[in-house]
């Protein structure tokens, strides 16, 4: 029961991360064992992801209208230790970053605001569209790559936010101010990881199976330094990319849930035994990670809400000082002017309405882009009281 499993495993940690601690949900288990029917589900039965995105929209719902949020969202995959983006395949040359306010990201990584659920379910069925998918001796649908689905959830008080003009306008320069009030930001990583597997007879899945193994070893290697080899002073974060990029929750600064999946079937039974044994290994040192999740807020101006909001001010202000020009140079037309002077007027007054209609079109969308209680879609994407169709497989 895929609902049950999100309200007993996930759906914690993802409150956690809508009131601002940073939190990671994954996957691990053998091939074929029901990680990705787990995280991604079916029609009947949706998975922790789906659940997830409904969770974060219903929060945003009951909160206060004075707290505002901004949700954008990711989506790639590690296939073969290489970074794809799954919402944009093209791009290419991914890589690892680091710095002291973002931790650890993914860039050039493309990020699309997201404002309803389904909105943000087209962009997940997109980007598996592109994912790498194959046939192996043990699944015929099997995942052949990790994939990391990232929701950033920043989060302010609108009251707290208020904007502070500068004591003197001057000319040429915004009149905007400066917000004041921290901004909450947190990250969700909902992650499917490939299956651990033994020797296959296609040359190309053993390839991949061999890229798979290596990662899923070197995050064991990791959570057994940071469970059992406490004073050990390097962790292999960099022996891997999954690793790498699980760096900031594997250390501590998230709220972490794992998804121990294994296998009921009973061909070949061997080998299902010894990876329910290795599988049920890891969950336990999982446990034993220290969390010191902490909410995280920041109280510069580089948060895209606070941007946004200073944006609409300036915007805002712009139309205003529009408005007096197109007042101003109405009262100057008089029915005595030469008619090449009107005419000028004329031409005058229609630039200066599209450009009053740009800005409102801009104010307008940049505040839809912004969430709230009142804002914010009533419709869930999941039914759980629909009555389940009967003889039909997905």
């Not at 974060?56 to 290489?82: C, G, H, K, M, P």
Request: glycine residues 4%.
């Amino acid at each position: 029961d895929n609902k049950d499993l999100y309200e007993k495993a996930a759906q914690n940690v993802v409150w956690a991360a809508m009131e601002g601690m940073n939190g990671t949900v994954f996957a691990y288990g053998q091939t074929a064992s029901g990680k990705t029917y787990s995280m991604m589900g079916v029609d009947e039965q949706p998975g922790i992801i789906p659940q997830a995105i409904d969770d974060v929209f219903a929060y945003i719902r009951e909160q206060t209208e004075d707290r505002e949020y901004l949700l954008r969202v990711s989506y790639l995959e590690i296939y073969n230790e290489t970074i794809r983006d799954l919402l944009a395949p093209e791009q290419k040359d991914l890589r690892i970053h680091e710095d002291r306010k973002r931790g650890v990201y993914v860039s050039p990584l493309k990020e699309e605001i997201v404002t309803t659920p389904k909105q943000v379910m087209k962009i997940i069925q997109k980007g598996e569209m592109n994912r790498h998918f194959g046939s192996t001796d043990y699944n015929e649908h099997s995942s052949r790559s990790h994939t990391i689905f990232q929701m950033v959830i920043e989060s302010r008080d609108r009251n707290s936010g208020v904007i502070s003009p500068p004591p003197v306008k001057r000319p040429g320069v915004s009149s905007a101010g400066k917000l004041r009030g921290s901004v909450t930001i947190s990250c969700l990583n909902l992650i499917d990881l490939a299956g651990s597997e033994k020797a296959t007879s296609d040359a190309d899945r053993r390839k991949e199976g061999a890229f798979i193994n290596k990662s899923l070893l070197t995050l064991g290697n990791v959570i057994s330094k940071l469970t059992e080899d406490k004073n050990s002073l390097h962790i292999p974060y960099r022996d891997s990319k999954l690793t790498r990029i699980l760096q900031s929750s594997l250390s501590g600064n998230a709220r972490v849930s794992l998804i121990a999946t294994v296998s009921a079937s009973t061909s070949p039974a061997a080998f299902n035994v010894e990876e329910t044994s290795n599988t049920l290994k890891f969950a336990e040192r999982v446990k034993k990670v220290p969390v010191r999740a902490h909410q995280n807020q920041v109280l510069d101006e580089k948060a895209l809400i606070q941007k946004y909001k200073m944006e609409i001010a300036e915007l805002r202000n712009k139309l205003v000082e529009s408005n007096e020009m197109l007042e101003k140079e109405r009262s100057l037309q008089d029915g005595n002017l030469e008619r090449a002077i009107r005419q000028q007027y004329e031409e005058q007054l229609h630039e200066s309405q599209l450009v009053r209609t740009a800005l409102k079109e801009r104010i307008d969308h940049l505040t839809k882009l912004i969430l709230s209680s009142a804002s914010v879609t009533p419709k869930a994407i999941l039914d759980w009281n629909a009555p389940v169709e009967t003889g039909v497989c997905s």
